[in-house]
């Protein structure tokens, strides 16, 4: 069994080290210019999105983040990823009824819709393989003849 920690210190100092050297080569090669404002492109609109979906806030959304789009190409849709559901106050579980507490409004990210073309957990659905033929699970192959797996 490796040791995860020891990776990722060395991923995380090889970065830190890599930075500072960035840095260092940045500094030389912009010695003697001038510092001056970035000027923005003509065409390019700002626009407030839903911080999950990248869509128009809608109902529920509870963080948005401003992205720039080339104008025509902003999103015009409201997000639809969230979902709102009756919660029990006491309890925090979906609300039915015998519920304990009194239900209460919530809302939810929903991913289910997100990539309607990838099946949910559970459930299976063969996509074609490089000549037409349907993937299968656990088949053999590869140069040490090991099973395939898709998710």
């Not at 239900?103 to 459930?123: I, K």
Request: glycine share 12%.
């Amino acid at each position: 069994m490796g040791n995860s920690n020891a990776d990722e210190i060395k991923t995380i100092s090889s970065v830190a080290s890599s930075a500072g050297l960035w840095s260092n080569i940045m500094r030389d090669v912009s010695k003697g210019m001038p510092i001056t404002d970035f000027e923005r492109p003509k065409g390019l609109k700002r626009v407030e999105v839903d911080a999950y979906s990248g869509l128009l806030p809608g109902p529920g959304t509870v963080r948005t983040v401003q992205e720039w789009f080339i104008d025509g190409t902003q999103p015009t849709r409201r997000s639809d990823i969230h979902v709102e559901k009756q919660i029990d106050q006491a309890t925090g579980l979906l609300w039915e009824d015998g519920c304990v507490g009194p239900a209460v409004s919530e809302y939810f990210l929903d991913f289910s819709n997100v990539e309607p073309a990838f099946p949910a957990p559970g459930r299976s659905t063969p996509r074609a393989g490089p000549r037409g033929q349907p993937r299968v699970r656990g088949v053999q192959g590869g140069p040490k003849r090991t099973l395939t797996q898709y998710f």
